[in-house]
Nanobody, 119 residues
Framework: QVQLVESGGGLVQAGASLRLSCAASGGTFSSYSMGWFRQAPGQEREFVASINWSGSYTAYGDSVKGRFTVSRDNGNVYLQINSLKPEDTAVYYC??????????????WGQGTQVTVSS
């Protein structure tokens, strides 16, 4: 049974940084691509970042390029968020994609962690 558990969210002021974590269990984590999404109230879920199985390739949504960094190690994937803006307020979700390379089709989702940025 694959489980993804996010942590690290919270209430911060604009300009601050956060590091979100996603702990994965079940399956062979090291063989799978991983991704981060976010969903703000009243909006559709938005792609934030992805990383391939080895960590050698990453991709980012246009709205977060230059401020967000995705990384991974054994059993965990991280999202470093710098220079937070109020518009970054959302629930952030971790997702497991296909083996090896991200294709935009998550197979499993975490429960999400709330990030709230005050101005």
């Amino acid at each position: 049974q694959v489980q993804l558990v996010e942590s690290g969210g919270g209430l911060v002021q604009a300009g601050a940084s956060l590091r979100l974590s996603c702990a994965a269990s079940g399956g062979t984590f090291s063989s799978y691509s991983m991704g981060w999404f976010r969903q703000a109230p009243g909006q559709e879920r938005e792609f934030v970042a992805s990383i391939n199985w080895s960590g050698s390739y990453t991709a980012y949504g246009d709205s977060v390029k230059g401020r967000f960094t995705v990384s991974r190690d054994n059993g965990n994937v991280y999202l470093q968020i710098n220079s937070l803006k109020p518009e970054d307020t959302a629930v952030y979700y971790c997702a497991r994609g296909p083996r090896y390379s991200w294709s935009g089709n998550p197979l499993y989702w975490g429960q999400g962690t709330q990030v709230t940025v005050s101005s």
